[in-house]
């Protein structure tokens, strides 16, 4: 690799993941901050390192537990880096793995923790409606008219993707399936034992139209960890680093424009993100042998992968069934964990981390050979972000 | 809010959902009390940049075309067609509790640089939607809280 190219690739790799136990919505027994403990603890030992090496921090969404508290907590000699990803939802999944990325390779610090907490017990959910008197802003141009949650700020561009493409409900419903189906393998899903057949997805009741409950995410309790180290460094700790190839974060021309006037409506953001993602990771979908793709609602999945080139606009229908998203015979086998819709709502970082394990071989679903993953994060939000992890072998 | 003479525009005093959601009020800065003011008159107004003549929606305080700080305001027709549509059916707002499935549209303007807006469209909850369908506006008026408002809704003209 030459020493003046602009890029991690080569440069640094994932060393430990970890997640504490996942809840469904308000259930957990312990607090948030002691959530984000034990995921840092648990991918810290998946790393084999002592937690006090941990010099550097990354989060997203406006995550509420501090670095400097978890570093006292954890015994960092001293801080070095941390850095929050704003807004914009779960779209800062990948990317804040991306910044921790960054810091190692420019040498900001050595042992970046990438974390998420949840507790919507403790703290709320994402679903409901503001319960002011007054709206001002923003959303006094939507809340008024009943439109307030995710799901019903979301809907729309599912339903004109639908109207403009010729996208059928049946690529949805193979997308919630294939979910369900990995989370019977996986014994941390908080759907294990729970499947979902046709007849049950059919028969669920609207929350939305077009979405019916099966095509939102869950919401949960729990924490996840993704450790970030140098190349060198990790293949001292272990024998098949895994190596993230490129992470891009991004959103097209006025993605934030607010009441739904965002330059271009029918998209998933990633139409940015997408030429500099392949192009940094010196891959293409043809190259991708296992998606995590966010499924904050499963339109947005369809309208994704299409952008991340794994199917197209004239083919979407064909292509995405169930039989074809499943691992291992799959031709496309998607979200192999289960995902936001069936494994976790962790914000998407769980997705992130199934798409290291499948790298490992360590998958509950695993893709056989499986030697470059793509897991996305957070799409139709303003700033979404993608990452692609591969093994030695891809990184050739 | 202004309340002088009002437009012959189409207007109801019937809410289309049940009372009850946050009330909206002009933001604090000013950037959007323009439109709040023309609603009262069942007027529909949106930003117009005055340097270059792009509308603009939602509002800012720079036009996003040419970089102008003189974003002015217009009163653009109130009318449109029907760009998306949603159905929610599960209420996540405790006044909705009771209200059944209610239709969201999204209004593009094609007279106002297809700027696009969100409201109601009425009737039946259970109409088929048309995207493409013109619609107008009905200016729905809210006068017995503590703070009166207009919404700005959407029917498919009769005929
Ligand atoms: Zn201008």
């Not at chain 1, 507790?119 to 319960?131: I, T, V």
């Not at chain 1, 140098?230 to 021309?253: C, F, I, K, M, W």
């Not at chain 2, 909206?24 to 949106?46: F, I, M, S």
Request: glycine share 10%.
């Amino acid at each position: 690799m030459a020493t003046d190219e602009l890029t991690i690739r080569g440069r640094v790799a994932v060393v430990g993941v970890g997640e504490s136990v996942y809840y469904k919505r308000a259930q957990s027994p312990e607090p948030e901050f002691k959530l984000v403990l034990r995921a840092i603890l648990a991918a810290c030992a998946d790393a084999g390192i002592d937690p006090s090496r941990v010099d550097g921090f990354c989060s997203y969404s406006n995550d509420r537990n501090l670095p400097a508290r978890i570093a006292n907590a954890l015994g960092s000699p001293e801080i070095r880096f941390s850095n929050m990803q704003w807004g914009s939802g779960g779209g800062g999944a990948a990317a804040a793995i991306g910044n921790a990325s960054a810091a190692v390779a420019a040498g900001f610090a050595q042992c970046v923790v990438a974390f998420r907490g949840l507790a919507q017990g403790q703290f709320g959910r994402f679903g409901a409606g503001p319960r002011s008197n007054t709206i001002s802003g923003q959303g006094a141009f939507t809340v008024p008219y009943g439109v307030m949650s995710p799901a019903q700020t979301y809907a729309m561009r599912t339903t004109r993707l639908m109207y403009e493409h010729g996208i059928d409900g049946s690529t949805m419903r193979a997308v919630a399936m294939a979910a369900y189906h990995h989370a019977q393998s996986n014994p941390r899903a908080v759907m294990y034992g729970r499947p979902l057949d046709e007849k049950g997805y059919d028969e669920a009741r609207w929350i939305v139209e077009p979405f019916r409950l099966y095509d939102l995410c869950l919401e949960n309790d729990g924490a996840a960890a993704v450790i970030v180290m140098s190349a060198e460094a990790a293949r001292d700790l272990t024998p098949n680093p895994v190596y993230p190839l490129a992470v891009q974060q991004g959103g097209g021309h006025r993605s934030g424009a607010s009441v739904h006037n965002q330059t271009d409506y029918v998209t998933s953001s990633f139409k940015t993100v997408v030429p500099h993602l392949y192009g940094q990771a010196k891959v293409g979908p043809e190259d991708i042998d296992v998606v995590q793709s966010y499924e904050n609602f499963t339109g947005a999945v369809v309208m994704s992968l299409i952008e991340h080139g794994l199917c197209t606009y004239e083919n979407a229908n064909e292509v995405l069934t169930f039989e074809n998203l499943i691992s291992p015979t799959g031709k496309l086998p998607l979200n192999t964990s289960g995902g936001n819709l069936a494994e976790c709502y962790m914000h998407g970082l769980g997705l992130q981390i199934e798409a290291i394990r499948q790298i490992r071989g360590e998958s509950t679903s695993q893709v056989p050979n499986a030697r470059v993953a793509l897991a996305n994060a957070g799409p139709m939000v303003e700033v979404a972000s993608t990452a692609i992890y591969g093994n030695q072998e891809a990184l050739g | 809010m202004s309340e002088s003479k009002r437009s012959d525009a189409k207007s109801t005093q019937e809410a289309y959902l049940h009372a009850g959601l946050p009330a909206p009020t002009p933001a604090r800065d000013g950037l959007d009390k323009p439109y709040w003011d023309g609603t009262r008159r069942h007027e529909l107004w949106v930003q117009r940049c005055d340097d270059c003549g792009t509308h603009q929606w939602g509002p800012e305080w720079m036009c996003h075309r040419c970089r102008s700080f003189e974003v002015g305001w217009v009163q653009v027709a109130a009318e449109g067609v029907i760009y998306s549509w949603e159905r929610p059916h599960h209420s996540v707002h405790p006044a909705l509790a009771g209200q059944g499935p209610y239709l969201v549209v999204l209004v593009e303007l094609p007279h106002a640089d297809r700027l696009r807006m969100v409201g109601n469209l009425l009737g039946d909850p259970m109409q088929d939607v048309e995207i493409g369908a013109r619609v107008q506006a009905v200016f729905e008026d809210h006068d017995d809280g503590e703070r009166s408002f207009t919404l700005v809704q959407w029917s498919v003209p009769a005929g």
